[in-house]
């Protein structure tokens, strides 16, 4: 039990990044981006591509990280120059029809569960560390490592830069961040392009212990977006704790043999349980305005 | 005339699909003020809006300092040199004062001159936005505008909701601004001060310039300045349901 709870802590790592790309691009460029995961599906699997065809693994890499990115951004640019002034359900549900879209072609081009798994790299598979008769791998805490490194870059990036604080001012009054000079288009495709090689990363990070098919991948999406509803959209924090809690929740389930078989619907249950847990909140708060 | 710096020929402006500002004609002078007057809802916000691009204008031109900034988006006219402090006091709540007037800063933009014109400010210079006074926040809108080193500056409604004595305060902070070769657009809902420290004035009805000459003719004057306000009884063309609801109003009472 303790074993694969340990185990949950690789995928949870990654949970939280893919939860923070959400966060992210829901803050600073005011989008739900149903898309996400399978953006950096493409991106990973023109990686696998390459390397399959005998280039070696960084490059490979760098280059998928950059298509992951173009793709992001030319998706954020649509949405800027078609859907910039329209509500956010009208945004989510054009990254729902992209996300429908990339499915699809996805799949064409790589293949289906059966056929198209490929063969991702797997640097970090060998053993960390073992205590008492759990073995933890090099993976756990490489996937930990980096979950805390970005959430702390990435709030020293909005804090401290010149550049984050621009993204703060647009993200909370984004007319006004251009009435005072902000390139507010300019710095929204930059947010796109980061978040789009990032998720890649993740992806390709995670992609081993998945069986690297490119459905379950794209499909990472239903989880990053339970962590990003543990974050309320907003904490970065939060959105890391959440990550790692889901995968720890995933890892104990799969290791008790009544639910194993059911353990892809948590990222449901999780949304479920939050949002009766704020609806009820709602409910006390307005009870207490009324008095 | 004398030579404007900003000059908007006729342009009309909508929001949305629904035209609101109809073939205004406008000059403002360098460092000088001038005062566009008008009823709540006559348009003054909207044709400020469509001046900076934030709302789409239909027609006409827009002249700064000779550059034509009609066709450019919002933040590329305000490097041309268009400063806008929009209604509403919009600080950037979760950034610091200092960081409000950081991230507008371009080029040479310089917090000295913010800080001397708004001691206020330097004193809270590490305190968030959203903790600022109304008029505090107000001065910062101000002074984020400077940072951008506008040659024009718009501002609008800056008193509403404030007390007299903080109105008084920024009033002449705008008249400091044009010893500083700004040139100021001013919207405001009281006439009398505005006029006070204007040169020229407009006032809008219903979207369109009904009066333009010097702010000396309208000073002093409320009764003529209801009359461009609402509209005149011996004027019916421009008969002005707004003016028929004060009197409604006024009769009920
Ligand atoms: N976003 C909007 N969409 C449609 N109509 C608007 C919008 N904003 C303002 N209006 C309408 O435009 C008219 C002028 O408004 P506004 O420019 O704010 O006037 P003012 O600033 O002079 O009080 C009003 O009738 C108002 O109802
Ligand atoms: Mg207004």
Redesign the pocket.
Known sequence: MLGSVVAGLTSGGVYALLGLSIVLTYRLAAVVNFAMAVIGAMGAFVMASLTDAGLNVWPALIVGAVSGGLLSAVLGAGLVRWFGAHALRTKAAVTVAVYVALMALGLRLFGSVTTGARRFPQPFDAPAFVVGDVVVPQAALVSLALAVLITVGVTLLLGRTMFGLRLQAISERPATAEVVGIPAPRLALAVWTGIGALTTLVIVLVAPRLGGDFSTLGNLVTTALAVAMIGAFHSLWLTLAGGLLLGCLEGAAASLEAVQAYRGVLPFLVMLALLWWRSRHEVWDTATAAR | MAEQILDVRDISVA??D?P??YDVTLGVQPEAVTVLL????????????GIAGL?KTTSGTIGLAGQAIAGLPTYRRAHAGLGYAE?ARTVFRSLTVEQNLLVARTGNGDLGTAYRLFPELERRRALGAGHLSGGEQQMLVLARALLGEPKVLLI??MSLGLAPVVVRRLMSAVRELTSLGIAVLL?EQFAHLALEIGSRAYV?RK?RVVFEGPCADLAGDDDLLKQYYFGTAEDPAEHDDTAEKVAAEGEAR
């Open positions: 929001r949305g629904v609101i500002v008008g009823a709540n809802g006559a348009g003054k916000t909207t044709l400020l809006d709302a209604q609008d409604e919207v809008l979207g």
